[in-house]
Structures are given as C-alpha cells and as structure tokens.
C-alpha cells in the first residue's frame, strides 16, 4: 500500500514563526503537491514538485515557500506564520504516469 | 482556466435511501474526472476516476459516477446509502498537466437513522 505520512497531525504556532511541515511517500512518486483545506473552499493547491528541487506554484503559492531535496519529502515551508494561515494542509503524490493522488492524514495547523 | 462546481454544500439523507451528488466542470479540453472522499479527521481517498472508456464508472463502497460530455458533469450515485457513508465528498478534475487536480469546495453527505 502507498503511504503518506506527513510530520504532525496538529501544530500551534505563533504569528511572525518560521515553519515547516513535512510529507514523506515510500512509493518512489515523481510528483508531490501541497494543498491547504479550509471549509466551503474545498481543496486550493499551494505548491507542486515534479521531480527533485522541481517546483511549480499553484493556485494561492503566496506567503509560501517549498523545498524538495530527496524524491520522498516534499516541505511547505511558511517563512513568516500568519493567522490567516490557520489550515488544514495536505500532502499529496502521485506515482508516473498516473493522474491518482495519494493523500496523507493532513497538519492542522493553529497560528495565533 | 477549469473549475469544478459541487452544486450542493450539503446533502442530509436517511438510511438505506438513494443519493446522488452532483458535480458539474468547465473545461475547453479532455479532462480526467475524479471523485474523492473524507472521512472525519482523515486524508482523501479516492472513490472512483473517469478516464476513458464507458461512461458509467463503479467505484468502491457501492458508489458510481456518469460522465456526461454535453452537460460537462459527473455526477456520484449510490442507490442504498449507509451510516458509514456519512463523510465530505470531493470533486476534481484534471487538464493541467503533472497530475494536478482541480477540487470542488465538496458536498457533506449526512446519513441518518
């Protein structure tokens, strides 16, 4: 089975916080993708790699950053935390060739 | 630049009744159709995909979807919903190229006794 595992399930931070959230798969995916969920909004794509260090911005890419170093781990990165930041964020990937996503548990993440 | 529309942003419904869910996109060219599921404090799952071929696609959990070229929509069924059914269901489509998706703002389905 494919697994993707994202670092926390619940983070608080602070406003003005350097943060990072974490998502690894196990299935060798070239493409990895960030999304933030938020009720009535559905799913909103922040940022997606293709390959390593490979990034492309999505659909609302502002106040965030990514890093992809390994072809397993794929990081949102929030340089500057907000309270208009406070998400639900997913972890998705998807293996070649294949337009299914696999999704992790998601990062509930506070700013206050 | 596609969009999805889930017409409804929740659907009540008693046991053992029929549902459907609908979903509606624009897109100027072929698209990949899929529906998506969240069960409270989960990830998504995937239900089912429309990539070609018949245009009645089963899905896991007793869902189906029909893919309707002329009114550009895709709409989920299930004839006999459950209890464990009760969950947010997401529509997406694909034209974007590197397997991005596009989501609807999903439709809560709330199955009661």
């Known amino acids: 089975d494919v697994k993707v595992t994202q670092s926390s399930r619940y983070l608080v931070k602070r406003t003005g916080e350097k943060v990072f959230l974490e998502c690894v798969q196990d299935m060798d995916h070239e493409n990895m993708f960030w999304y933030r969920q938020d009720p009535g909004l559905g799913l909103r794509l922040i940022y997606f790699?293709?390959?390593?260090?490979?990034?492309e911005k999505g659909d609302i890419p502002e106040g965030y950053s990514v890093s992809r170093e390994k072809k397993e781990r794929f990081s949102l990165i929030l340089e500057s935390a907000s309270t208009n930041q406070t998400s639900m964020y997913l972890c998705?990937?998807?293996?070649?060739?294949?337009?299914?996503?696999?999704f992790g548990p998601g990062t509930r993440l506070t700013v206050t | 630049a596609q969009s999805v529309t889930q017409l409804d942003s929740q659907v009540p419904v008693f046991e053992e009744a029929p549902v459907e869910l609908r979903c509606n996109y624009s897109s100027s060219v072929s698209v990949y159709l899929f529906w998506y599921v969240q069960y409270p404090n989960q990830g998504l799952q995937l239900l089912l995909k429309y990539l070609s071929g018949s245009t009645l696609v089963k899905g896991i959990n007793g869902f189906e979807a029909e893919f309707n070229k002329s009114q550009t929509s895709f709409h989920l069924r299930k004839p006999s919903v459950h209890i464990s059914d009760t969950a947010e269901y997401f529509c997406?489509?694909?034209?974007?190229?590197?397997?991005?998706?596009?989501f609807g703002k999903g439709t809560m389905l709330l199955v009661s006794p």
């Open positions: 790699s293709y390959d390593v260090k490979m990034k």
């Open positions: 997406a489509v694909s034209d974007r190229g590197y397997s991005t998706l596009t």
């Open positions: 998705a990937s998807t293996p070649p060739l294949s337009f299914e996503q696999y």
